[in-house]
């Protein structure tokens, strides 16, 4: 996969290159802020840009920005948004408009095959949501009724689902095989009312959407 | 012409000087020779006081403004007189030693004119102060007296042979005279035409005073008082000429005085009529004589009624009508003053009983000190007057909102400051035209300084509150802006490099030889200390300053709500204030919150907030076991982290009901 990186400090920005190429991906560009990553992205047509969320001038959200117009003028190229810390709401509707994009906090990194699986989904259309974020959205629940009904260990592959993940993922992660992560999902969605092909990415959408829909309501 | 004038004037000053010192030197030999005379030598100075001050005016008038007939009429005024009053004495001397004497008949002549005395307070009583009648209706009773006393001189001069004085007799040096019969008949006329001139000439005084500008005013208010002099001069000489039989040189010396007055009020009418006060010496005068008319007529009555119980001539009726008189005097002062300055000085009197309503209406709470400005406009007729507030340990001033004011406005009005004591209480602006009247001014200030001075207090008052909030708010401020940078460093700086570091660490671990690959669980575990690092240091910066504060109040409160341990009902407003006004709230919430579920045991928390009329409110309920103490320490803190913002905060927690906590935060800018 070919990469492009956006990432103020140098020294970071050289381990996490370091990190993907280990990996065999191929960093084509490095920037250091919004504008040169724009540049490198139009230049190379990338498959992956891994982006900071803080940087030049202001480190305000100058990464996230940068991440919408890529997203919107080069459909081509998945973003995957590292920040320090975490910033809900507008990362989840990024995630759940589609494919393609990933959020994760800076430190995921440092689960060096967590954080590649992650980068691989996203670039191959999927998406990656930083488990802290969906732990928020689960937190902020206020009817917790539908929830109540699923075992834990039904609402841990629905985090997991709520990620990103794949099957294959999920079931690496919790040690089942794929065949009972699938039956999980499967009593997860309809004991929600949500009825979708259980292989799709369009259901991380879907469970998203009921997150936020039920968090707002 | 100017020039002419100007020497003229000069010429006419030196013979009254040359008038004078013959006066002096002849009634000096007179007294040396033992001729008694009416003029005693210590009553000298009077007369020279009389003769030489209207020449110097004149002279000091005529020399800056030679165009205006005042100067003329003070100067030859003074010259009549002088020669007049040399001729007496040379009448005196020349006649003693000789009856026949030439030079002593023309001087006994001349000492005839005694109009000479009232010729010029007349002519100025038309023409002052400009030198013109006030109106051409004026013509005709002015050539009347100028005719009458005209007349009056002439015959004096030419209408008998015999002259009488204080010379004794003597006869008249002229050739040829009207006659005794003719003359007397004449005179009489004429006579009376001056007395009638002398009524009109201060009806002219009246007429100009009524019509004239403030200015015209109070010039002529200051010859009035001159003028006034003569009729109590007239009126004392000739009840001393009842009472003694003769005015004497008593006599003499005040007409003498009276005259010096007049030259001395056309001097500073002409030159600085807005500095002295006419008009209070004035109403002190006229109250004096009616005083002293009241309390001998209460004498005079006492005597009579205490004379016909104790028989006539008594010293006991004399002793009690004495002490009638003394009771009544208190309470006569003053009612006679209060009538007078009614009538005189009605303008001061209305001014001052108007601030001292004011200052009534303070004590009483009905008025605001601060309008002590509006109530001297008021008072001083002055819509243009204001007073500004001296604030101590500064050199500034403030207006009555407790605005500070860069400078005194430079507007043309006058800067007056009101002192109490040696301590300037304020700067009253004012405009000029005010100054003529300084004595109005002045009461006026007095009566309206204790006024001043609380509004003065409470202006200070005000200004110290408002420095010591708008400082405390910077100081919140400051507070927030460290924490907000202290949170960048946080995650830009430190926690970076964990990140970095542990990156470096991963790919030494994965580049690990196969032989060495014992050191993975090291380096595994050394990661985790890394992430454990990074964690910590997110929840430190979170505790400084909550970075979701970037998207608004509402996202912080939803992500508070959201990590909270027990369910929190959030309706927060999606409307944005002003960044230190949501940190402050955002952190009382986060207090609320801990203490909800920490202290309170809650099982359910509602937070509300909402904006309208510039305010955000801000609502934390929980359904605890209530009963918190306002003046614990963490509530302490919460109450003054809103004030700090001028807002309120609000708790209600009786044991057993729950907590509830109410916050109202201005979003000013």
Redesign the interface.
């Known amino acids: 996969v070919r990469v492009v990186i956006a990432e103020d400090?140098v020294?970071?920005r050289e381990?996490?290159a370091?990190?993907l190429e280990?990996a065999g991906h191929v960093v084509v560009g490095r920037a250091g802020d919004a504008d040169v990553l724009l540049a490198l992205v139009e230049e190379h047509q990338p498959e992956l840009a891994v982006v900071d969320v803080?940087m030049p001038p202001d480190?305000?959200r100058e990464g996230t920005r940068a991440a919408v117009a890529i997203r919107r003028d080069h459909p081509r190229t998945a973003v995957l948004v590292l920040s320090?810390?975490?910033?809900?709401?507008?990362v989840v509707e990024l995630v759940s408009s589609g494919g393609g994009f990933g959020y994760l906090l800076?430190?995921r990194?440092?689960d060096?095959d967590d954080f590649l699986d992650a980068a691989r989904r996203v670039a191959d259309g999927g998406s990656a949501l930083d488990p802290q974020v969906v732990a928020?959205l689960f937190?902020?629940r206020?009817d917790h009724d539908a929830l109540d009904e699923l075992t834990p260990r039904e609402r841990e592959v629905l985090g997991l689902v709520a990620e990103g993940r794949t099957n294959a993922g999920i079931s690496r992660r919790l040690w089942l095989t794929e065949k009972t992560v699938e039956t999980h999902v499967r009593s997860i969605l309809m004991k929600l009312g949500l009825v979708i092909n259980t292989e799709d990415h369009r259901r991380v959408l879907a469970v998203l959407a009921y997150l936020r829909a039920s968090d707002q309501g | 012409m100017r020039r002419y004038a100007r020497s003229l004037a000069w010429l006419t000053a030196a013979a009254v000087v040359v008038a004078a010192v013959a006066e002096v030197v002849v009634r000096a030999v007179a007294q040396s020779r033992g001729i008694r005379h009416s003029f005693a030598p210590e009553w000298e100075l009077f007369y020279l006081a009389g003769v030489l001050a209207p020449a110097v005016v004149g002279l000091g008038v005529a020399l800056r403004r030679p165009g205006n007939r005042v100067a003329w009429i003070l100067l030859f005024g003074s010259l009549f007189v002088a020669v007049v009053m040399a001729a007496v004495a040379i009448a005196g001397l020349a006649l003693h030693h000789d009856r026949n004497s030439v030079a002593g008949r023309w001087a006994a002549l001349v000492s005839q004119e005694w109009p000479c005395f009232f010729a010029w307070p007349l002519a100025l009583a038309f023409l002052f102060p400009d030198g013109r009648l006030p109106s051409p209706r004026w013509r005709l009773p002015a050539a009347f007296a100028a005719v009458s006393t005209g007349g009056m001189v002439l015959l004096l001069f030419f209408g008998s042979r015999d002259l009488t004085g204080g010379f004794g007799h003597a006869t008249s040096p002229l050739p040829w005279v009207i006659g005794e019969g003719v003359g007397t008949a004449l005179f009489w006329p004429c006579f009376v035409g001056f007395l009638v001139s002398l009524i009109s000439g201060a009806a002219c005084v009246r007429a100009r005073y009524r019509r004239g500008s403030e200015d015209v005013r109070r010039q002529v208010l200051w010859l009035a008082y001159g003028v006034l002099l003569l009729p109590i001069w007239f009126g004392a000489t000739a009840l001393w000429g009842l009472v003694v039989g003769d005015s004497g040189e008593g006599g003499q010396a005040l007409l003498m005085v009276v005259q010096a007055w007049l030259a001395v009020a056309v001097a500073v009418a002409v030159s600085r009529h807005g500095l002295y006060q006419i008009d209070r010496l004035i109403s002190r005068t006229v109250a004096f004589l009616v005083l002293t008319a009241l309390l001998a007529a209460t004498y005079a009555a006492g005597v009579t009624l205490a004379g016909l119980a104790a028989g006539r001539g008594s010293a006991a009726a004399a002793a009690l009508a004495t002490a009638i008189a003394a009771l009544a005097f208190g309470p006569l002062r003053r009612r006679v003053q209060t009538a007078v300055d009614r009538r005189f000085a009605r303008a001061r009197f209305e001014a001052v009983a108007l601030i001292g309503g004011f200052v009534d209406d303070v004590h009483n709470a009905r008025a605001e000190p601060e309008d002590v400005g509006a109530a001297l406009a008021v008072a001083l007729g002055d819509p243009t007057a204001e007073v500004v507030f001296r604030l101590p340990e500064t050199t500034g001033y403030a207006d009555r909102e407790g605005r500070l004011l860069p400078g005194l406005p430079d507007d043309g009005r006058v800067h007056r400051p009101v002192l109490l004591g040696e301590r300037e209480l304020g700067v009253l602006l004012h405009d000029p035209a005010v100054e003529r009247n300084p004595d109005l001014l002045r009461a006026v200030l007095a009566a309206a300084a204790v006024a001043i001075e609380l509004a003065r207090l409470r202006v200070e008052l005000r200004l110290q509150l408002a420095a010591v909030e708008s400082s405390r708010a910077r100081i919140a401020q400051a507070g927030y802006e460290e924490r907000r940078r202290l949170e960048?460093d946080l995650?830009?700086g430190a926690?970076?490099r964990?990140?970095?570091l542990?990156?470096?660490l991963?790919?030494l671990q994965?580049?690990l030889p196969r032989q060495a690959q014992v050191l993975v669980p090291a380096l595994d575990a050394a990661?985790d200390e890394?992430?454990g690092a990074?964690?910590d240091l997110?929840t430190i910066?979170?505790g400084v300053r909550p970075?979701?504060l970037?998207?608004g109040l509402a996202?912080a409160l939803?992500?508070l709500?959201?990590?909270?341990t027990v369910?929190v009902?959030l309706h927060a407003t999606p409307e944005r204030a002003p960044p230190d006004v949501e940190v402050t709230a955002y952190f009382v919430a986060c207090e609320a919150l801990t203490n909800a579920i920490k202290h309170a045991s809650s099982s359910h928390v509602e937070m509300h907030s909402a904006r309208d009329d510039g305010v955000l409110r801000l609502v934390i309920a929980d359904d605890g076991v209530g009963g918190a103490r306002p003046s614990g320490g963490g509530l302490t803190g919460l109450a003054d982290r809103v004030a700090a913002q001028g807002g309120t905060l609000k708790i209600v927690s009786a044991p057993g009901a729950g907590t509830r906590i109410a916050v109202e935060l201005p979003c000013v800018s």
Do not use: F, M, W
């Not at chain 1, 320090?84 to 507008?90: F, G, K, L, S």
């Not at chain 2, 709500?561 to 909270?564: D, F």
């Open positions: 400090t020294l970071l381990g996490l370091g990190l280990d803080r480190y305000d320090q810390h975490i910033e809900t709401r507008d800076k430190d990194v440092l060096v928020g937190g902020g206020r | 960048r995650h830009d926690q970076q964990l990140v970095t542990g990156i470096v991963r790919r994965r580049s990661v890394v992430s990074i964690n997110r910066a979170a970075p979701r970037d998207q996202a939803t992500d709500a959201r990590g909270a369910p009902e």
